[in-house]
Every structure is written in structure tokens, then in C-alpha cells.
């Protein structure tokens, strides 16, 4: 009985896999600015750090985010300037590793810039002139300038 627990512990030890995956992996935005989130697996031990790696829907193959290959549980890796392009759309995927194992792969969803960024005026400047009796409203937020001009 010994003698084989210990078989089985080792294979696990030369498979590599024996971490809990990361959970929770989102990619969340704020006024253009985008952030993988994720959570450490049940069990993982304090000493693991965990990697964020990128796809595109154009390009089909996973690439390391730079400054995200060494994280610590409870850090979150900006991805603002990998998912430049607006139009296109991505994924992201966590590992937890130690100097010894790596876990399995999490994958968020898909995230397209565009559409699943929330962007909330970021200067609101109203104007009214009593010469003019004209009333304006700038707004900016993210690139996108408006200004809204009324009568009274
Ligand atoms: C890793 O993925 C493989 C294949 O999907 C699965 O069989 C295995 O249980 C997973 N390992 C862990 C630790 O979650
Ligand atoms: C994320 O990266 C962008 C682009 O490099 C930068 O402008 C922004 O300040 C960064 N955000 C944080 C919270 O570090």
C-alpha cells in the first residue's frame, strides 16, 4: 500500500499538474483601462505566483503579457496596452506555478474593448453665458469628445 501511494505521488511530480487552477478570471474596464482579475485556487500554497497570457480573435495563438509572468495572488495585470485594438476581441488565461508544479490553464470569456468597456464622463464642464444665452456641455470621456450647445 505504501509502496504505491508513493508511485502515485510521484507521477503526479513528473506530470507537472498538481495545482489548483486559478479561479475567477475576468477581464474587467474602466474609462478604457483593462485589468485581468483572477482568484488563487482552493489550496494554494503562499509561495505560488501566477502568469497571465493573451489571445486574439485575428491572431490565434496565446502570448505572455509583459510585467504579468510573475504575479502575486491579489495582483492584477493591466492588459491596457495589449488590447489596443479596439475592434478585436480577447481572451485571457491564469496559471499558478511554483518553483516545482503548474497548474491547468483558467480562461476568461471573450472581451472586446469597445463594446465591454464602461466609461463614465470623466470632465463635465457646463458653460452658460448670459451674453449669448447659450447654454454648452463638454463632455470627455475615454477619446470621445462631445459638447452639447442649447438655447434658452
Ligand atoms: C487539468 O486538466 C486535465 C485535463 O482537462 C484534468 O484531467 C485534470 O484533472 C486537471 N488538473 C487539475 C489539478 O485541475
Ligand atoms: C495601465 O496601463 C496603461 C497603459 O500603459 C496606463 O496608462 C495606466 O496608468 C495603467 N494603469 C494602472 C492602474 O497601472
Request: hydrophobic residues 35%; proline residues 5%.
Amino acid at each position: 500500500m505504501q509502496h504505491r501511494i508513493f508511485v502515485l505521488l510521484n507521477l503526479h511530480f513528473v506530470a507537472g499538474i498538481l495545482l489548483s487552477p486559478p479561479s475567477n478570471v475576468a477581464i474587467s474596464s474602466f474609462n478604457m483601462e483593462h485589468t485581468v482579475k483572477f482568484l488563487p485556487g482552493p489550496g494554494t500554497p503562499t509561495e505560488t505566483h501566477f502568469t497571465v497570457q493573451i489571445i486574439n480573435y485575428r491572431k490565434n495563438s496565446w502570448r505572455l503579457v509583459s510585467g504579468c509572468s510573475e504575479l502575486t495572488a491579489g495582483q492584477m495585470c493591466n492588459v491596457t496596452r495589449a488590447f489596443k485594438d479596439q475592434y478585436n476581441q480577447y481572451k485571457a488565461r491564469v496559471q499558478a506555478f511554483t518553483a516545482t508544479q503548474t497548474s491547468n490553464w483558467t480562461v476568461s470569456r471573450w472581451f472586446q474593448p469597445l463594446s465591454d468597456s464602461e466609461t463614465l464622463p470623466t470632465h463635465l464642464h457646463t458653460k452658460h453665458r448670459k451674453d449669448t444665452r447659450v447654454n454648452s456641455l463638454h463632455v470627455v470621456h475615454g477619446n470621445h469628445h462631445c459638447s452639447i450647445f442649447s438655447d434658452d
